[in-house]
C-alpha cells in the first residue's frame, strides 16, 4: 500500500509570503495520479490540483502543484487570508487511495 | 449545480448498523465512480470504499471489509453505503465524492456516531 507523508505538520506565515507544502509516496505513483485539496473547518475538502499539476477549475493560479514518481509539492506563491487551511494530498489511483496527513498552513 | 448529499448519519451503538446514502444532481451520474472517505472531527482523510459507475467493481478498506458494503441504483442517482458491527472507531464524518479529475465533487458530509 502506498503511504503519504506531507511535511511540515504546520507552516506559520504571513499573507503575501509562499507556502511550499511537500508530499512524499512510499512507492512510485504512475500516471501521475496525485492530487492536492484544500480545506477549511467545517467543509468538505476542495480539489485543487490533480495529475500532480493540473489545476482544477476555478482554482487560482497562485496554487501550482509539481513533482512525479515519489516526490510531490504544492506551492502558494502568494498567500491571501483565504489560503489559511488544511491541505492534503491524495494518491487516488489503485486501492487503497491514501491521503496525506495533512499541512496546516496558519496565520503568523 | 452538480452536488452529492450524504443521508442517514447520526447515533448507533456499538455492533448496530447504519446506511448511509448519497444522492446525486446535476450531472449524469450513472457514468462516475463513487467513494466514500470519512474524517474523525480534527483528524485527517481516510478512503474507505468505491463502486464503479455499474456497480460490478467494488473496493473496500482493509479496516471495513467484511462490516461494510456498497451498492448503487443509478435510476434514482444514489449510491449506499450499509455498514454493519458497528464500532466505536467508526465515528466519523462521511463524505461521499464523485472520482472525475481526482475526487471533484464532495457533499458535505454526515456524522456518524458510534457509542453506548
Known amino acids: 500500500d502506498i503511504v503519504l507523508t506531507q511535511s511540515p505538520g504546520t507552516l506559520s506565515l504571513s499573507p503575501g509570503e509562499r507556502a511550499t507544502l511537500s508530499c512524499k509516496a512510499s512507492q512510485w505513483i504512475t500516471t501521475g495520479w496525485l492530487a492536492w485539496y484544500q480545506q477549511k473547518p467545517g467543509q468538505p475538502p476542495r480539489l485543487l490540483v490533480y495529475g500532480a499539476s493540473s489545476r482544477a477549475p476555478g482554482i487560482p493560479d497562485n496554487f501550482i502543484g509539481s513533482g512525479s514518481g515519489t516526490d510531490f509539492t504544492l506551492t502558494i506563491s502568494r498567500l491571501e487570508p483565504d489560503d489559511f487551511a488544511v491541505y492534503y494530498c491524495h494518491h487516488y489511483g489503485s486501492s487503497p487511495r491514501a491521503f496525506g496527513q495533512g499541512t496546516k498552513v496558519e496565520m503568523k | 449545480e452538480m452536488q452529492l448529499v450524504e443521508i442517514g448519519g447520526g447515533l448507533i451503538q456499538p455492533g448496530g448498523s447504519l446506511r448511509l446514502s448519497c444522492v446525486a444532481s446535476?450531472?449524469?451520474?450513472?457514468?462516475?465512480?463513487i467513494h466514500w472517505v470519512r474524517q474523525v472531527p480534527g483528524k485527517g482523510l481516510e478512503w474507505i470504499s468505491s463502486?464503479?459507475?455499474?456497480?460490478?467493481?467494488?473496493e473496500f478498506l482493509d479496516s471495513v471489509k467484511g462490516r461494510f458494503t456498497i451498492s448503487r441504483d443509478n435510476a434514482k442517482n444514489s449510491v449506499y453505503l450499509q455498514m454493519n458491527s458497528l464500532r466505536v472507531e467508526d465515528t466519523a464524518v462521511y463524505y461521499c465524492a464523485r472520482r472525475s479529475r481526482a475526487f471533484d465533487i464532495w457533499g458535505q458530509g454526515t456524522m456518524v456516531t458510534v457509542s453506548s
Open positions: 446535476g450531472f449524469t451520474f450513472s457514468n462516475y465512480i
Open positions: 463502486i464503479n459507475s455499474n456497480g460490478d467493481d467494488i
